[in-house]
Protein backbone atom coordinates (compact mmCIF):
# COMPACT_ATOMS: atom_id res chain seq x y z
CA UNK A 1 0.00 0.00 0.00
CA UNK A 2 1.62 2.93 -1.17
CA UNK A 3 1.41 6.40 1.54
CA UNK A 4 2.48 9.65 1.59
CA UNK A 5 2.50 11.44 4.03
CA UNK A 6 2.58 15.85 4.59
CA UNK A 7 4.02 17.52 6.81
CA UNK A 8 5.59 21.24 6.91
CA UNK A 9 2.87 23.54 6.80
CA UNK A 10 1.28 26.17 9.21
CA UNK A 11 -0.06 29.86 9.63
CA UNK A 12 2.72 32.97 8.30
CA UNK A 13 2.63 36.25 7.54
CA UNK A 14 3.38 37.43 3.55
CA UNK A 15 6.72 37.00 2.01
CA UNK A 16 8.09 34.20 4.91
CA UNK A 17 9.41 30.81 3.90
CA UNK A 18 7.84 27.36 4.53
CA UNK A 19 9.51 24.05 3.66
CA UNK A 20 6.70 21.54 3.39
CA UNK A 21 8.18 17.47 3.33
CA UNK A 22 6.13 14.52 1.91
CA UNK A 23 8.01 11.18 3.56
CA UNK A 24 6.65 8.13 0.70
CA UNK A 25 6.48 4.10 1.62
CA UNK A 26 5.05 1.43 -0.58
CA UNK A 27 6.54 1.32 -3.67
CA UNK A 28 9.71 1.80 -5.70
CA UNK A 29 9.79 5.44 -4.85
CA UNK A 30 13.14 6.04 -6.66
CA UNK A 31 11.07 4.87 -9.88
CA UNK A 32 8.40 8.04 -10.42
CA UNK A 33 8.57 11.38 -10.86
CA UNK A 34 6.50 13.36 -7.23
CA UNK A 35 4.29 16.46 -7.64
CA UNK A 36 2.75 19.05 -5.31
CA UNK A 37 -0.36 20.06 -5.97
CA UNK A 38 -2.81 22.69 -3.92
CA UNK A 39 -6.85 23.11 -3.53
CA UNK A 40 -7.86 26.37 -2.21
CA UNK A 41 -11.32 26.91 -0.48
CA UNK A 42 -13.69 26.97 -3.08
CA UNK A 43 -11.52 25.76 -5.85
CA UNK A 44 -10.25 22.94 -7.95
CA UNK A 45 -6.94 21.10 -7.38
CA UNK A 46 -4.20 22.84 -9.30
CA UNK A 47 -0.69 21.55 -10.18
CA UNK A 48 2.34 23.51 -8.50
CA UNK A 49 5.30 21.48 -9.02
CA UNK A 50 6.59 18.35 -10.34
CA UNK A 51 10.53 16.53 -10.45
CA UNK A 52 11.38 13.43 -12.17
CA UNK A 53 12.51 10.54 -10.37
CA UNK A 54 16.31 11.25 -10.65
CA UNK A 55 15.87 14.93 -10.10
CA UNK A 56 16.84 16.39 -13.96
CA UNK A 57 13.89 18.05 -14.33
CA UNK A 58 11.30 19.67 -12.60
CA UNK A 59 8.17 21.86 -13.73
CA UNK A 60 5.99 24.78 -11.90
CA UNK A 61 3.43 26.56 -12.14
CA UNK A 62 3.85 29.56 -13.21
CA UNK A 63 2.93 31.93 -10.42
CA UNK A 64 5.43 29.92 -8.39
CA UNK A 65 8.25 29.74 -10.56
CA UNK A 66 11.11 31.60 -8.76
CA UNK A 67 9.37 31.24 -5.58
CA UNK A 68 9.06 27.65 -4.93
CA UNK A 69 11.35 24.30 -5.11
CA UNK A 70 10.99 20.95 -5.36
CA UNK A 71 13.48 18.28 -4.57
CA UNK A 72 14.11 14.57 -3.30
CA UNK A 73 15.85 13.00 -1.56
CA UNK A 74 15.42 9.10 -2.89
CA UNK A 75 17.34 7.45 -0.19
CA UNK A 76 15.27 8.81 2.45
CA UNK A 77 11.69 8.37 0.34
CA UNK A 78 11.16 12.28 0.55
CA UNK A 79 10.24 15.12 -1.56
CA UNK A 80 10.02 18.86 -0.43
CA UNK A 81 8.62 21.85 -1.71
CA UNK A 82 10.80 24.87 -0.63
CA UNK A 83 8.50 28.49 -0.64
CA UNK A 84 9.87 31.74 -0.05
CA UNK A 85 8.27 34.91 -0.76
CA UNK A 86 4.49 33.32 0.65
CA UNK A 87 1.94 35.50 -0.90
CA UNK A 88 -1.59 35.35 0.75
CA UNK A 89 -2.95 33.45 -2.82
CA UNK A 90 -0.61 30.50 -1.92
CA UNK A 91 -3.10 29.98 0.83
CA UNK A 92 -4.43 26.04 0.39
CA UNK A 93 -3.96 22.58 1.95
CA UNK A 94 -0.97 21.00 -0.48
CA UNK A 95 -0.85 17.72 -1.53
CA UNK A 96 1.68 15.29 -2.28
CA UNK A 97 1.63 13.02 -4.90
CA UNK A 98 2.75 10.00 -7.05
CA UNK A 99 1.19 8.34 -10.13
CA UNK A 100 -2.20 6.91 -8.52
CA UNK A 101 -2.04 8.19 -5.10
CA UNK A 102 -2.57 11.45 -3.27
CA UNK A 103 -1.15 12.42 0.55
CA UNK A 104 -4.14 14.00 3.17
CA UNK A 105 -2.58 17.08 2.42
CA UNK A 106 -0.94 20.00 4.69
CA UNK A 107 -2.44 23.57 5.63
CA UNK A 108 -0.56 26.55 4.68
CA UNK A 109 -2.52 29.82 5.29
CA UNK A 110 -0.44 33.16 4.70
CA UNK A 111 -2.20 35.97 6.76
CA UNK A 112 -0.96 39.24 8.23
Known amino acids: QVQLVESGGGLVQPGASLRLSCAAS????????MGWFRQAPGKEREFVAA????????DYRGSVQGRFTISRDNAKNMVYLQMISLKPEDTAVYYC?????WGQGTQVTVSS
Open 26 to 33: GRTFSSYA
Open 97 to 101: NTPGF
Open 51 to 58: ISWNSLYT
